[in-house]
Nanobody
Framework: QVQLVESGGGLVEAGGSLRLSCAGSGRTFSSLTMGWFRQAPGKGREFVAEISWSGGATDYADSVKGRFTISRDNAKNTVYLQMNSLKPEDTAAYYC???????????????WGQGTQVTVSS
């Protein structure tokens, strides 16, 4: 079982930056694909980004491509989401997710964090 804890959310002006972190527990963290989803009020949860266990493969939603960067540090059991050029439409609760194989975009894993709120003011 993997436990995930997100942090780093907050209030930022449009054009600003934030870095989210997701700390995972469990000895299998380094073997898992990790990713981020988000959910805005009144909307469904949507895929944001994922990274393979080695960090060699990444995938992004079109809406964040070129602005967000996902990375991981397996020695620290942590995955990051660097968010630049933030827009009001990026406002959402951001959730960390993990699964054994790549393709988290199409099939999220069973393990979710509690979420961290990102609010972008115009």
């Amino acid at each position: 079982q993997v436990q995930l804890v997100e942090s780093g959310g907050g209030l930022v002006e449009a054009g600003g930056s934030l870095r989210l972190s997701c700390a995972g527990s469990g000895r299998t963290f380094s073997s898992l694909t990790m990713g981020w989803f988000r959910q805005a009020p009144g909307k469904g949860r949507e895929f944001v980004a994922e990274i393979s266990w080695s960090g060699g493969a990444t995938d992004y939603a079109d809406s964040v491509k070129g602005r967000f960067t996902i990375s991981r540090d397996n020695a620290k059991n942590t995955v990051y989401l660097q968010m630049n050029s933030l827009k009001p439409e990026d406002t959402a609760a951001y959730y960390c997710n993990s699964r054994p194989g790549y393709g988290l975009r199409y099939a999220p894993g069973d393990y979710w964090g509690q979420g961290t709120q990102v609010t972008v003011s115009s």
